[in-house]
């Protein structure tokens, strides 16, 4: 038993992070998130030339083929670095979406591109009841078109097609598709952004079953999870970083237990985050029989250590926390976006007591 | 990454299976609730039969009886253990933190006189470490030991002993040296708890009972051969011990945690609140799952934590994180239970209401020691400030 990396995972961890540090760096960051879509064309060229669009595929798609784990590691790089644009969307959710519902067809049409870099994508879930249980979703296809309104849909402006989850199956609708609007909706993390899309009897292709879904879900929510522990480790960071060299009363204020006490606190909730979305991964990467709960501890423990880690990074910043030129805010906000995206810490754990309390009850009964 | 066991563990594991299967008292249920005092001669029978079948030292290297076991072996060590719900070992400080600092500091006389004892439980260990002027800053201790021909001469008081009351031997932490910093003139030394002079007293805790002693020592003279470790690097001997406190603490506790949640989500069915089972309660369901979750990471940031030892030789940052984690837990369940208990919650043994007969209530109480025993939650949190996060010192 050995939940460490392996040499290889932990190459391309470190790999990973030299090339967010030398392709996207905080200004680079910065300047994106004042544009419209934060996309940037010639980093997602390089990230497809690295091999990350096509991470997790199958190699008949174009793909690398590798597991859960190390498209864990690179989220976690990727979250350290606040990576902004339509990589999250296209390739652990709308690609892995695709990877688990669509017929071998459908893969090559939709999953290949993505692959090859030559295609962003994303997934539309959510509508105005703001749920994330399928049984809430309204909108539903009528001969092969889509009517209705879909909300939060992140980087839904540069995606070449959209993935719709509808209550009769999951649906590709292209982004010229007549018939669709997608208007913005101002998010607090300016990193990712988010859409409104509204369709009226727009053509959509079913590419899959509603049946398949939560297994591409399970490996989207560890891959945000995964995100949220990289942006925790960098608050972290820059918040120790601070507390060495900001001085007060004569002395680093970091020497102060009331200041390290929050640092510890950061630390043990970043580590534990880092633990359970390692696990996610492994655990979904080797279908364990826990992999589903192991997913809804890591979401529902992250979501709120990475609130936690965010309140405390700011305040032992004092003052300079508060600025818009200190970074921490950037995570912050990031870590408020995905602590409601695929549900919080409130939906997770109702979902493990359905899977632990519930379950075990029913097993109670049956025997 | 791999959580599958190797070959190898698959067949530590099974062995070890086999042969608690055949030789775990049935019995030990009748006896748990006895006071210790009565059940000590069947803990230290448990003991001597895991020592006859090679079990009870796994961790400590062949040579010394033991098994040279990987951490992860340990930890499946106690996870089987937890699983058949085996009777602690009588000799549980002498296993886990005295022989194995013995081991390592001890001169070969040492070795052969205590270590064999140690396993067989023929003789039980304490540890006098702390004083009452001497908690979180241990190495301000004062119990002196002054150096008499071929004797040391000791004076002063031990607090928070655990098996004070039958323990053979302690590994006492004194100062031989005053006019240096206090770090560098303390000392170890092995004493024999028959010597005249040594004084045992109960100290009764907020529970009502006595786990642990005061012991007082008064012109107590002990051979210059029991000196463990150099003259004035007992802080070096003594941290080593603590260091093996933190490393073997936790591998026990995750199948206990989980036979609670357990056990309390079982409970949690037949306790109602406003009206229906509290199982079926949306804040109880929260809490419960929250309890669940975080007793699954605690997993897994202990195998984290091995994995990181077994790597590179050193314990990593993931371990100072382990006993705040457990100790703040432990006290959430047993808070998330008294929830679920409601008024039933404070009762004690003998009530015949009482919840598993005031297990509950007796842990609600206990757990409160737990972020303060074995390093204060506010001296592990120093500990990652200064060591793990290179904070400057804040004492």
Redesign the interface.
């Known amino acids: 038993?050995?939940?460490?990396?392996?040499e290889s995972?932990q190459m391309l961890k470190d790999n990973a992070r030299k090339f967010f540090a030398g392709e996207c760096p905080m200004e680079e960051v910065r300047r994106l998130m004042e544009t419209a879509t934060a996309y940037d064309e010639p980093l997602w060229k390089k990230m497809a030339e690295q091999g990350y669009t096509g991470i997790i595929f199958p190699e008949e798609y174009g793909g690398v083929g590798l597991g859960k784990?190390e498209l864990a590691l690179l989220m976690e790089e990727a979250g350290r670095a606040l990576l902004p644009g339509p990589f999250f969307s296209t390739v652990p959710f709308a690609g892995a979406v695709i990877d688990a519902v669509a017929s071998p067809e459908s893969k090559k049409k939709y999953l290949a591109p993505i692959c090859a870099g030559d295609a962003r994508s994303t997934v539309a879930f959510l509508e105005a009841n703001a749920s994330w249980n399928f049984v809430d979703i309204h909108v539903s296809a009528v001969n092969a078109t889509l009517t209705g309104e879909k909300l939060f849909v992140p980087d839904a402006a540069v995606a070449d097609f959209i993935v719709v989850i509808a209550r009769n199956g999951i649906f590709a609708v292209a982004s010229n598709a007549s018939g669709m609007q997608i208007t913005p909706m101002l998010g607090m993390d300016l990193t990712r952004k988010l859409y409104r899309i509204e369709f009226q009897n727009t053509p959509a292709e079913k590419i899959g079953d509603v049946a398949a879904l939560a297994a591409g879900f399970d490996i989207a929510t560890t891959a945000l999870v995964c995100e949220l522990v990289g942006g925790m480790q960098r608050t972290l960071d820059i918040t120790?970083d601070y507390?060495?060299m900001r001085k007060q009363f004569g002395?680093?204020i970091?020497?102060?237990?009331a200041?390290?006490?929050q640092?510890?606190?950061m630390?043990?909730e970043t580590?534990?985050s880092?633990?359970?979305a390692?696990?996610a991964a492994?655990a979904l990467e080797?279908n364990a029989p826990d992999a589903s709960?192991?997913v809804?501890?890591a979401k529902?423990?992250a979501s709120d250590a990475a609130r936690n880690v965010g309140n405390r990074g700011i305040q032992v910043h004092g003052g300079m926390g508060f600025t818009w030129e200190n970074d921490v805010h950037l995570y912050y906000r990031r870590a408020k976006s995905s602590e409601t995206a695929f549900g919080d810490s409130?939906f997770h754990?109702?979902r493990?007591?359905r899977l632990?309390?519930d379950a075990?009850?029913r097993l109670a009964k049956s025997a | 990454m791999d959580l599958n066991l190797t070959p190898e563990e698959t067949k530590f594991r099974d062995e070890l299976r086999t042969w608690l299967e055949a030789n775990v008292p049935k019995d030990w249920g009748e006896w748990r609730e006895k006071p210790l005092e009565e059940s000590f001669p069947y803990l230290r029978a448990w003991q001597r039969k895991l020592y006859e079948g090679g079990w009870a030292a796994v961790s400590w290297p062949k040579e010394y009886g033991g098994r040279g076991a990987t951490l992860m072996e340990q930890s499946l060590f106690w996870e089987e253990m937890a699983r058949v719900e085996a009777p602690p070992m009588a000799n549980s400080l002498g296993l886990g933190l005295i022989g194995p600092t013995i081991i390592a500091y001890g001169t070969d006389e040492q070795k052969k006189r205590f270590i064999p004892k140690i396993l067989s439980a023929e003789e039980i260990w304490c540890q006098g470490f702390s004083e009452p002027n001497a908690g979180s800053d241990l190495a301000a201790l004062q119990t002196e030991a002054r150096l008499d021909g071929d004797h040391y001469i000791v004076n002063g008081q031990k607090v928070w002993t655990s098996y004070g009351w039958i323990g053979n031997w302690c590994e006492l932490v004194v100062r031989t040296d005053s006019n240096v910093p206090k770090h560098k003139g303390l000392s170890v030394l092995l004493i024999d708890m028959k010597s005249p002079g040594v004084e045992v007293r109960p100290l009764k805790q907020m529970t009502g009972e006595s786990e642990f002693n005061e012991i007082f020592f008064r012109d107590v003279r002990v051979p210059v051969a029991n000196l463990l470790g150099k003259v004035n690097d007992g802080w070096n001997v003594a941290v080593s011990t603590l260091m093996y406190e933190r490393g073997s603490y936790g591998a026990r506790l995750h199948l206990i945690f989980k036979r609670a949640i357990t056990r309390l989500i079982e409970l949690s069915r037949k306790f109602q609140k406003d009206g229906h089972p509290a199982a079926q309660d949306p804040i109880t369901r929260q809490k419960l799952a929250q309890c669940y979750a975080e007793i699954e990471i605690m997993r897994w940031n202990q195998l984290r934590a091995f994995s990181r030892v077994t790597a590179t030789g050193v314990p990593g940052p993931e371990g100072s994180i382990q006993k705040i984690f457990w100790s703040e837990l432990n006290q959430r369940l047993q808070q998330i239970a008294q929830e679920v208990f409601g008024p039933y919650g404070q009762l004690l043994a003998g009530d015949k209401d009482a919840v598993d007969n005031g297990i509950w209530s007796y842990g609600y109480l206990r757990t409160r020691g737990n972020t303060i025993e074995a390093g204060t939650s506010e001296v592990q949190r120093n500990i990652i400030g200064h060591f793990v996060l290179g904070l400057p010192r804040s004492y």
């Open positions: 038993m050995q939940f460490g990396l392996s995972q784990v120790v507390a060495k002395k680093p970091g020497m102060f237990q200041v390290q006490h640092c510890a606190d630390y043990l580590e534990s880092r633990s359970a390692y696990y492994w080797e709960v192991a809804s501890i529902m423990y409130t754990r109702e493990i007591a632990v309390i075990d009850e």
